[in-house]
């Protein structure tokens, strides 16, 4: 087949055509731009992510493990806001030096994860552009909230609690494997074949806490999705409230994997690492029973880790004492 732009959307990306669009889309993909149709009672919410090989993800990682993560990544954005997400589109620049065959095969498998979990997270591709060049993955990511219940980072009070959904450093710690990183290695030494199977899982198909966000809308005073590490993510938050935050190292929520694992190692994944994709949020004193509530129902998983104080920053302590940490996350740039 010919590997052309428009073969190359019409063959991977573009609905069959007895399959049924959502009432939403109006126009999809095969035309200059997608039409939606929005809830008029909600504000549009939208977000873009972009994954460079190398920088986000292996080269040679498996493309459809690339295709999951690429879209995973961008629906934590909709997670944070306690949107729910309903349409995306995709710019993909591929490699001119890849053979016809290569590039095929590539974004046959690209696609195939892409589906699975746009399918899993009931959101649309409509439309994109395809480009040669370094191989890079751009989404755009749309979706709607009730406009004067949208999670955002400004909303943080004095004395709010500070929580976390799930567990912390599995990505960072899956990071540090798959680059055969010796410190990694030393501190994951008592993990299983099947502890590092999941801890891979993490990284490449983070869950995106889509239902949790839509819940959190009521209880939540503030929310951050953590991409580039709970200090630095946190800090953002902290810093559009004008408040401080102090976390309680001890109180940080790690998986039955790191769990086996170096505490100290474990700790600066958790901090620091990033990749985690999971929410970061504040609730008053007054909105903790409904949390409590919503935790023994089983609709949300999360830890207590600290409190919102006055001042500017984050800051650890560990057993009464200052706990300090070199780095805060990942730098861009």
């Known amino acids: 087949m010919s590997a052309g732009e428009f073969e190359l959307i019409n063959h991977y990306f573009k609905a ?20 939606v149709k929005t809830d008029a009672n909600q504000a549009l919410v939208v977000a873009a992510d972009t994954l460079v090989s190398g920088v986000h993800f292996f080269a040679d990682a498996p493309a459809e493990e690339i295709g999951q993560r690429a879209l995973r990544v961008n629906l934590s954005d909709m997670a944070a806001m306690g949107a729910e997400p309903h349409w995306f589109t995709l710019a993909l620049t591929l490699p001119q030096h890849w053979s016809e065959a290569a590039r095929s095969g590539w974004v046959a498998d690209f696609s195939r994860g892409l ?61 540090g494997l798959m680059n055969k990183d010796v410190a990694a290695g030393s501190a994951l030494m008592h993990c299983t074949a099947a502890d590092r199977a999941y801890l891979q899982a993490r ?48 109180q940080l929520p790690f998986s039955e994997a ?62 009464g004492a200052i706990y300090s940490v070199d780095q805060t996350g990942y730098r861009h740039f």
């Not at 055509?17 to 109006?26: F, G, I, N, R």
């Not at 929410?279 to 998983?301: R, Y």
């Open 115 to 175: 589906k699975a979990c746009a399918d899993q997270y009931d959101c649309n591709l409509i439309g994109g552009d395809t480009t040669s060049g370094p191989l890079t993955i751009s989404i755009q990511m749309l979706g709607q909230v009730p406009a004067a219940r949208a999670l955002r980072r400004d909303g943080a009070n004095l004395d709010d609690f500070v929580l976390v959904t799930h567990t912390l450093g599995d990505s960072a710690a899956a990071l």
């Open 16 to 35: 069959a055509p007895d399959a049924l669009s959502p009432a939403s889309v109006l126009l999809g993909i095969g035309d200059d731009a997608a039409l």
């Open 258 to 319: 790191l769990q086996k694992s170096d505490p100290e190692q474990v700790r600066h994944w958790a901090l620091t690492g990033g990749d985690d994709y999971e929410l970061v949020f504040t609730v008053s004193e007054q909105n903790m029973p409904l949390l409590a509530m919503a935790q023994a129902q089983g609709n949300i998983q999360a830890s207590v880790i600290g409190r919102i104080v006055s001042g500017a920053g984050v800051h650890c302590e560990l057993d």
């Open 203 to 250: 990284f490449y198909r983070p869950e995106p806490r889509i239902k949790e966000g839509i819940l959190l809308r009521d209880i939540a005073s503030s929310a951050q999705d953590i991409s580039d590490g709970l200090l630095a993510d946190l800090g953002h938050l902290c810093e559009a409230s004008d408040v401080a935050a102090e976390i309680d190292v001890a």
